[in-house]
């Protein structure tokens, strides 16, 4: 009783505490805590989480962030395995900047971008980025961490070698650097357009750049490389007249005939080749303030131009930088933590702040953009978007947004549906990016994200395009295997590698279609591919207990290791992760895995197991950091893994596997991520995850019970709503859940749905140290 | 007396059988006579006329026609002299033909375009073009003369390696071609999109195509040639259904990535990269035809596509060729002649033909267009045009333009007045083609064309814009030796070389300038330019008496050698003839020169002096086929020269120079030019002076008389006023004026002006075979 007394007191000081914390941390005119606070933009930044930690704005266009190296993607004609380091331009433990980019990836495991390089320097011109062993070969500059701040919407740092401060901040569409010079030296500002992240020889395509004015450039930049024909519009302008200003050229000039009437390299207003980098001079005194402002436009340099004098009319960094912590601040109260664990609201918001990086939009103020038939579309009564990592998303942040952003997922669809419209396959996207298709990864869960939409009620778009697309998409046979899984009900190996992982992909992504249907009611359809949902089973070896590849011939290819993710019929994966990939049908599959009490020692088994090294050594998407015995968390196969207990009689298992990932996985800290944040799906999993509950199959309006980290969240929908989320007796050990209240009632299911969850309410987690067997029963 | 009888009744029966031939000739529905009949447009495509044979409409955007070879720009890095042949992409020595392309400059000295290359084959597919030498080695074919028509809007030739007869047409923005397949064989149609004409080895940039369905391919093709950043796009519709495509790449593939999940060789309908062929497979029977529309846009494919829709809406060859030869028909009635001499009517009309086939339409259906700052543009009130060969063309065709197609060249003005608001050196048009400034040869000439619209009154565009452009344009101090001519009133040939051509023809054009100001009533601007016009005393020798290159010390050139085309501060000339480039004031440079009888001897020698083969032979636009005597008339800066003695005592001397020049120079045959055709000024010199007039100095209204030697010729004036030309006792020894009467006046000096051709009228010679030494006093 005392006890009790004494825990009331506790919380009452607490709510005292955390008013008083409010009232400081409220950005006065809005009402909003202030959460950017807890975002640090560094997590992630260290080895392989592939974060950037520059100037963004929710969604945004421009990414402008420091580029520590530039190295290329290969030597020799080799693959050069270090580039991948570089997915996002930053590595934390690298000692020199080369230079600040206005487009990054957020947590990719492949890349692209890094487009139009900005680097300040004084004294001698250097025109070359130099190396980081020997940085004084070039322009780039030592830095250290001490001098540097990143926060959401604004990153600065000093650059050593020539004494700079360099500051950035951003629009939607437009970067804004602001330099200040502590030497009386002659300054220049580095316009290196050969710079680019995942850097061939031959990426660069054309360059082609005008100086309009003292004060004005504009141009754009076409490169071949994750995407094949990229074309990125630019205007930069000045907040100080450029005295001075020229090119190198770095690639064959096939033909220069009359332009040898010029000197091109000084002072000559209009520059195009392949490989071209430029420097700009300027008369500054000491701690006179550069800056610049950077738009971009998938369209054309008119439009950049037209972009930046709409969101940056004035030459006001502190405007432009107090805005974009604000945009940041307004997403970031969708979901309200209390606590006091400043390490929980670190990690809660960095991952709210990394699950709003991406998609982007992709789209001139005009509603202007490039479609994927290089022809000039405009986007009729919704947002367009790129940058669609498709396999990553779709399983957690999608679903995360037709929550938190019902608005801009509908307008993603809407993107998807206008990609599928353009597209010469007439399919939706599978991994594009800047109006091109770059195929990466596999299955076609452009569906699933829309059907979680559809089944969800969250339809801004013509949902019967969107059903026709994906049809249209699933029943494209020369698409990876897919005449062979239409034909045979599964992919046969010996046809197109990777045969398993795209059966079981393609066969939930069906499901999901059928979902779809089942919603808008055509049956015909519904009833298709709840058939060829079923082909998962096609692939299941009940010899050795694993999904394993099949050969045309109908028999399973021998030398089978379920171990091994290198050859084996799976991508990023090995059988034992991926045989558990049938999200849409749990009950099905562990019937077929031989029922509750084997499936149960088999996810046992994989969380405890030891893999060795050697069996993913060669797969840069997944390391030691991102492993818990055999569970892969670091990589996305996995995601649903731990909540499959819900369907056992064993709940309580998937409890503590959760808090283990929670607490394992994610850190605060430049390293405190464990794989690539693949553009917010790490993240929203640890949202989802934190608050107690996450969506096993995408498409389902059921989400599954896990056991929430955070003790007390509010998530605040658009809809006026709120929902809130306690953990009554939380703490570091109480990892297991006693009993669930809904709105007062208690949980017999370990479910909730997406209606009640929209309709606001009450959702109490009893924590317990031990875990209780009769839960849900 | 008799004899006297004997003629008028031979000229009656020519009127009989003139009038006879007329309703033979007559469009039945338009009332037009069928000059088009008369047009060859085979002339000039041997030796250096550099004239295409293929089938265009007037000012097209398309000129579809066949390339006989493709040569490389340079082989082994240096320049491959033979490429120059191949301007036109057409030669008639050659025995083969590599295939049908849609784009060709007419008659230029340097060249560029040959875009997208379709040949049909049959048999086993090869991708690659073959050598004249081995044909068989690749998917040219032989074909001969023989088996080739060609005639305004229309070309055709049987392929024979194929037995195909290949026909083509166009409108203006589409090719249409109709293959007629006489074997039983699997048939090809080759989408060659390396070829071009001036191909250097890294010319292609990019290339996107998606075949769209099984009828449609669009795409766009980018180069760096002459022009630096040149995309065209496509759109290319069959008749026949695609049954297979595919494509090879010739270029290096830096990234492939997930693109190897598919056979992108054969029908995977999206393709891009840098250097491809294509294929499509058609199912043909004997004698049925394939047809292709093939529409072009400077702006995007689906600008093509509507192109397409809008000009060739129907499958019919025919239609579109019966209205090109009608376009033609109702341009080439611009000026009737009359004459029993087939030959006569053969180069007169061809000659029109050629003044009419640039410069081109340069903008979609609807008005949107690329500009030099590579934005969309829309063209307001104006038709856009590109190819300005204005170097050339400011002598006699714009001239031509301002009597016969008034609203056109007022729209070239207004696109020339769009290049210089979109060039970022805010300068008129140099030598421009599809949205670039390609800067070839010298002077800014655009002022001229401005300027004598302006004087004409011929003004459907902005004058006060236009001036502030040509005032802008030659005041743009870092251009071309412009810095040193404003500071010390010439070009000083050790800074700048070709100077005492760029002395004069600044000068020159500066006068226009002039001439435009004072019309417009602007005092400052005429006094300015008006001033620097008399420039070209300053490069004058009164030592010498020539022309001569002058140090930036003020001393002239030692070792000068008059003769030589080369090294000696003059570009495709000697100073034997530039030493004459004074058309705006021949009354001062004749001062200069010694006065009348000096200047007189000058031109005398001029004409029958030997210039022996080393003073040009290595000047390209130069050859022995131009040369009478030292006098160059294949190419340009000596066009206005045998005007001249109109300003001596000898007026007569310009007569039989001038009658020479028309029969010696302009013959029928595909080697009846003697030069360059140069975008139609070599025609349109022909078309003035066999009239009788010329326009020795454009921004002038005067017309200087000359010698014609048509008999018989109505000008239709678009004002519907008629200007009737008249040589009485015409006969080709009868090249001497004994008097001139305009609308029954004699006329006392050797020129008639603009207003008074405009107002109708009539204008007679009477020859004779002996000059009249008292003629115009």
């Known amino acids: 009783m005392q006890k009790d007394i004494l825990k009331s007191t506790l919380v009452i000081i607490t709510i005292l505490m955390f008013s008083c914390q409010n009232n400081e941390n409220k950005e006065s005119s809005n009402n909003l805590e202030d959460y950017a606070k807890f975002v640090d933009p560094m997590i992630g930044t260290a080895k392989m989480g592939h974060t950037y930690p520059g100037a963004t704005v929710p969604f945004g266009s421009v990414q402008l962030s420091p580029d520590t190296d530039t190295i290329p993607y290969a030597v020799n004609g080799r693959y050069n395995p270090d580039v991948y380091k570089y997915c996002a331009g930053y590595q934390y433990e690298d000692s020199t900047i080369v230079g600040f980019s206005h487009t990054h990836f957020s947590g990719t495991g492949h890349s692209d971008l890094g487009d139009f390089l900005i680097m300040p320097t004084t004294g001698d011109l250097k025109l070359n980025p130099g190396t980081q062993a020997n940085p004084d070969s070039g322009y780039r500059s030592r830095f250290s961490h001490k001098n540097e701040q990143a926060s959401p919407g604004y990153y600065s740092v000093l650059l050593d070698d020539y004494n700079i401060k360099a500051e950035m901040t951003a629009t939607t569409r437009v970067g804004m650097h602001q330099y200040t010079f502590n030497k009386n030296e002659k300054t220049h500002i580095i316009l290196d357009l050969m710079s680019g992240i995942y850097n061939y020889d031959d990426k660069n395509v054309w360059t082609f750049v005008r100086v309009e ?8 930049r076409q490169t071949n490389g994750w995407a094949r024909t990229r074309r990125v519009y630019f205007a930069m302008s000045f907040n100080k007249p450029i005295i001075n200003y020229g090119r190198a050229r770095y690639d064959k000039q096939p033909y220069n005939g009359f332009w040898g009437r010029f000197n091109q390299s000084e002072n000559f207003p209009e520059i195009a080749g392949e490989k071209i980098r430029m420097y700009f001079d300027f008369d500054l005194k000491k701690e006179e303030k550069l800056q610049i402002k950077f738009a971009l436009s998938p369209v054309s340099s008119k439009g950049a131009l037209a972009n930046m004098k709409k969101e940056t009319p004035n030459w006001n960094f502190e405007e432009v930088h107090k805005n974009a912590k604000l945009a940041w601040n307004k997403e970031l109260n969708k979901i309200q933590i209390k606590s006091d664990d400043t390490e929980e609201k670190t990690n809660f918001y960095t991952a709210m702040y990394h699950a709003f990086l991406g998609p982007t939009e992709y789209m001139d103020t005009d509603n202007n953009y490039t479609g994927l038939d290089m022809n000039t579309h405009q986007a009729e009564n919704f947002t367009n978007y790129t940058s669609f990592s498709l396999w990553d998303t779709y399983r957690a942040l999608h679903p995360l947004f037709n929550i938190l952003q019902p608005e801009r997922n509908s307008d993603m669809i809407a993107s998807m549906i206008a990609h599928q419209e353009q597209s010469v396959h007439a399919m939706l996207p599978i991994w594009s990016h800047y109006a091109n298709e770059n195929w990466c990864m596999i299955g076609y869960h452009s569906v699933s994200v829309i059907a979680d939409a559809i089944v969800k009620g969250n339809t801004n778009f013509n949902t019967d395009k969107a059903l026709d697309a994906c049809v249209q998409t699933a029943r494209t046979r020369y698409f990876d295997g897919i005449r062979y899984y239409m ?8 046809k197109n590698g990777a045969s398993v992982s795209k059966t079981l992909e393609y066969a939930y992504d069906d499901w999901a279609i059928a979902q779809a249907a089942k919603k808008l009611g055509k ?3 519904y009833n298709e591919f709840i058939e060829r949902s079923k082909n998962y089973k096609n692939v299941f070896d009940a010899k050795s207990g694993f999904m394993r590849p099949k050969l045309s011939d109908g028999s399973f290819k021998e030398n089978f290791d379920p171990l091994n993710t290198h050859g084996q019929g799976f991508i990023e994966g090995n059988s034992w992760n991926y045989s558990l990939y049938v999200p849409h049908d749990p009950t099905g599959m562990i019937k077929l895995m031989g029922g509750n009490e084997r499936f149960t020692t088999y996810l046992d088994s994989l969380f ?11 797969t840069e998407d997944i390391s030691r950091e991102g492993i818990i015995g055999n569970y892969v968390h670091g990589n996305e196969p996995s995601h649903h893994v731990a909540y499959l207990y819900n369907w056992t009689n064993t709940p309580w298992k998937s409890q503590d596997k959760i808090r283990m990932i929670l607490d394992e996985k994610y850190k605060t800290g430049a390293d405190g991520l464990s794989g690539n944040d693949d553009f917010g799906q790490m993240s929203a999993w640890y949202i989802f995850s934190s608050l107690g509950f996450y969506p096993v199959a995408p498409g389902s309006v059921d989400y599954a019970l896990g056991s929430p980290s955070i003790s007390n969240a509010v998530i605040n929908l658009d809809n006026g709503n709120t929902f809130q989320i306690t953990a009554k007796n939380q703490s570091a050990k109480n990892v297991y859940v006693e009993k669930v209240e809904l709105n007062g009632k208690v949980l ?22 031990k875990p209780n067997l009769k839960l849900y029963k």
């Open 213 to 220: 004015n003292d004060t004005l450039v504009t141009g754009y």
């Open 523 to 525: 049956e015909a359809i």
């Open 748 to 769: 017999k299911r370990p479910f909730i749905t997406h209606d009640v969850l929209m309709s606001g309410g009450n959702l109490i987690f009893y924590m317990s140290e």
């Open 487 to 494: 034909d045979m009900g599964y992919v046969p190996e010996d």
């Open 608 to 618: 405890t197991m030891e893999l060795p090294d050697k069996y993913f050594e060669h």
